[in-house]
């Protein structure tokens, strides 16, 4: 079953623009993850941000955690038409699996 | 590093046949994931694996679904036999232990299509 469910489903913007995703949770986490998926690819890893931590970046990207919300965002600022893609939250708890989202398509508009 | 490898990377069979899918690991990974992805289902872990011991195989569908893992470069998982419905791309995945090391590094799939 999914554990994190992504907020929109699909996002359309234009290059330059901000995009951000939501992503809410249900059970406690060791970490939480966001992954990018090209069409036809496999998933490539992002960023990763710990229970402990509030707030993360990584070049254009911005992530935040609330565990007290269980929810997080991605934020991804001055978008490029490469950046078109899926993008999906994973969850880790106290086991190793994780368990992903169902992603939030993003288009964004050259 | 090739990074994760996955073959074959399009299968057509048709409805009964036994299909094989087939990974390798990137090198030092000790933990190997299976997953399947569907539009109707999203992303789902089918089983997973620790220095070749499969782990949880809570998410494997039914007993027409097999994962082995030999040895620490090689794993397949078997569908037989197979059905329409198994139609989806399968992914593996792999990490290794340690601090920070969560990260799931994802081969580019295996596109099934039953007929």
């Known amino acids: 079953s999914q554990q994190g469910e992504e907020d929109p489903q699909a996002l359309s913007i234009q290059e330059g623009e901000n995009a951000t995703m939501n992503c809410s949770y249900k059970?406690?986490?060791?970490?939480l993850q966001w992954y990018r998926q090209n069409s036809g690819r496999g998933l490539v890893h992002l960023i990763l941000?710990?229970?402990?931590?509030r707030e993360k970046h990584s070049g254009r990207l911005r992530v935040t955690l609330d565990t007290s919300k269980k929810s997080s965002s991605l934020l991804i600022t001055a978008s490029r038409a490469a950046d078109t893609a899926s993008y999906f939250c994973?969850?880790?708890?106290?086991?190793?699996?994780?368990?992903f989202g169902s992603g939030t398509q993003l288009t964004v508009l050259p | 590093d090739a990074g994760v490898i996955q073959s074959p990377r399009h299968e057509v069979t048709e409805m009964g046949q036994e299909v094989t899918l087939r990974c390798k690991p990137i090198?030092?990974?000790?933990?190997l994931f299976w997953y399947r992805q569907t539009m109707m289902r999203g992303l789902e872990l089918l089983i997973y694996?620790?220095?070749?011991?499969?782990?949880?195989d809570s998410g494997m569908p039914e007993d027409r679904f097999s994962a082995k893992m030999p040895n620490a470069s090689f794993s397949t998982l078997k569908i037989q036999p197979s059905e329409p419905r198994d139609s989806a791309v399968y992914f593996c995945?792999?990490?290794?232990?340690?601090?920070?090391?969560?990260?799931?590094?994802f081969g580019p799939g295996t596109r099934l299509l039953v007929l």
């Open positions: 694996f620790n220095n070749n011991v499969p782990i949880d």
């Open positions: 059970t406690s986490i060791n970490n």
């Open positions: 995945a792999s990490s290794r232990l340690g601090g920070g090391a969560e990260t799931q590094y």
């Open positions: 090198s030092g990974h000790d933990y």
């Open positions: 994973a969850t880790s708890g106290s086991a190793r699996q994780l368990t």
């Open positions: 941000i710990r229970s402990n931590e």
